[in-house]
Each structure stands twice: as C-alpha cells, then as structure tokens.
C-alpha cells in the first residue's frame, strides 16, 4: 500500500472524525434529543459515505484515475475506521465521564423514541414493554457496548465500502 493511499485515506479519516465529533458536541449542547432523530441518524448515515467516496476519489486523482479493488476499498475502510473511532471515543468520554446525567436523558429519549416507533407500528404491548425492559437494562455507554456499537457499524459500512470499490476501481493497463 503507498504511502499516498496512506495519506488521502488518514487526513479524510480525520476530517470525518472531527465532522461527527463535531455533530455529537453541537447536538448534545443545542438539543439532545437530536441524536434519538432518524433524519439526524440518515444525514450522519449520508455524511459517512460520501467522505469514504471522496477519499477513494482522491485516491483515484493521486494514481492518474487509477486504484485497483484493494486500493478503492482500503481508502474507503482507513477512513471509515478512523472518524467512527474518533467519533465514538468523543461519546464515550463525553456520556461517560463529562456529563453522566445526559447520558440517563438520551436513555429516556430513546425509550420515549422506541416506544412511539413500536406503536406506530402496532407493535403488541408486550413486545412493546420488552424493548423497554432491554433498552433500561443496558448501558449503551459501557465500553463493551460502545465496541460492539462500532464493531456492528464497521461491518455495515464495510459492505458499502465494496460496493464502492467495485464500483470505483479501474486498474491501470500498465500493471497488469
């Protein structure tokens, strides 16, 4: 791998963290309900692919329009990785040791969510009393949780990453 895939990939990594380091920050200052939002979840959704996209983009510019399968889809990955890292270790110190007391009002917030959601779905009571039962008994921000969070949107975003390098890869005829 050179070091300018390296590169493109580490600085659009950081970006990424900062911008969702920066979303988490400014909705937990503004309203944190915010982050319970499934626009706020579909634009953060949004947000982390098209900088994954970029940096493959970028790659593909470094390399004269060419990057191979591995080189679109390790682009895409070291960023990924590197801003939901960052990202989730902004959460986990800011609901864990900055502000304990926001992190039992996002519980709630979610609670109230999950409860809407499943009625709204016409979900029967007791599956609706379950969810809540498994939501207050859980730490979400406990540091295996957290891991398993990030583990769990690794794999996800890893699927989108092949489809992107399948997508973006053109190998150089001079290689070959």
Known sequence: MNNTLKSIATNYGLYLGALLALFTVVSYAVNLELLTNMWYAIVILIVIITLGILSVVKVKQAQNGYASFKEAFTSYFITILLGLVISTLVSYLLFNFIDTDAA???KEKTIEKTVQMMENFHAPSEGIAE???KIESQD???IGNILKGLAGYLVFFSIIGLIVAAVMKK????TE
């Open 131 to 133: 969810a809540v039962e």
């Open 104 to 106: 039992t009002v996002l």
């Open 140 to 142: 979400q921000f406990a």
């Open 171 to 174: 190998n150089n005829p001079d």
